[in-house]
T-cell receptor, first 112, second 113 residues
Framework: DAGVIQSPRHEVTEMGQEVTLRCKPI?????LFWYRQTMMRGLELLIYFNNNVPIDDSGMPEDRFSAKMPNASFSTLKIQPSEPRDSAVYFCASSLEQGEAFFGQGTRLTVV | AQTVTQSQPEMSVQEAETVTLSCTYDTSESNYYLFWYKQPPSRQMILVIRQEAYKQQNATENRFSVNFQKAAKSFSLKISDSQLGDTAMYFC??????????FGKGTRLHILP
């Protein structure tokens, strides 16, 4: 398996634009997590899914953030409208029955 | 709610020395997992070692070992014979079945030549 695949690796966008981050988890994994990493706040869990169903979205900072998992092999995290304070590295991770999380390479988002 | 605390924001040690990174956690669960992840400058998150709470024996992976004290809710990572390639951010993490995996804020480790 190629591991967790995220795209894009880097994204620069203007304030107010919509941003969509994509994730392909490891095949067979039943948990998917979206994390955000910043210097100030560290690694924050935004939302996680179990068998494509959102279980806990309490970490989603605002209504501007939304996440979907339409099937077992794909998830998106959308920010609309984006703001400069959303600049961070966004990680997707997947796991099997709550074993260790396998991370993607992350997407570095810069909102100018 | 579960929490993970890493009290050392940054550490520096000389190459070949042994270093211990601290981690404490809080949970009311009896069955759970603990992990240490390494994040080098490439930003890739790499699992270093894992420990199942039901196992009394401390996990070991080559130069990496843990000191798991369940009653004290402590989970420290020891790196022996440290190498320059060990320079990275280290995260302690907690997870259990049917629940999320949460991370501490990390310890930035510098191995000095």
């Amino acid at each position: 398996d190629a591991g967790v695949i995220q795209s894009p690796r880097h994204e620069v966008t203007e304030m107010g634009q919509e941003v969509t981050l994509r994730c392909k988890p490891i095949s067979g994994h039943d948990y998917l997590f979206w994390y955000r990493q910043t210097m100030m706040r560290g690694l924050e869990l935004l939302i996680y899914f179990n068998n494509n169903v959102p279980i806990d979205d309490s970490g989603m900072p605002e209504d501007r953030f939304s996440a979907k998992m339409p099937n077992a092999s794909f998830s998106t995290l959308k920010i609309q409208p984006s703001e400069p304070r959303d600049s961070a590295v966004y990680f997707c991770a997947s796991s099997l029955e709550q074993g260790e999380a396998f991370f993607g390479q992350g997407t570095r988002l810069t909102v100018v | 709610a579960q929490t993970v605390t890493q009290s050392q924001p940054e550490m520096s040690v000389q190459e070949a020395e042994t270093v211990t990174l601290s981690c404490t956690y809080d949970t009311s669960e009896s069955n759970y997992y603990l992990f240490w992840y390494k994040q080098p400058p490439s930003r890739q998150m790499i699992l270093v070692i894992r420990q199942e709470a039901y196992k009394q024996q401390n996990a070991t992976e080559n130069r990496f070992s843990v000191n798991f004290q369940k009653a004290a809710k402590s989970f420290s990572l020891k790196i022996s014979d440290s190498q320059l390639g060990d320079t990275a951010m280290y995260f302690c993490a907690y997870g259990n079945r049917d629940d999320k995996i949460i991370f501490g804020k990390g310890t930035r480790l510098h191995i000095l030549p």
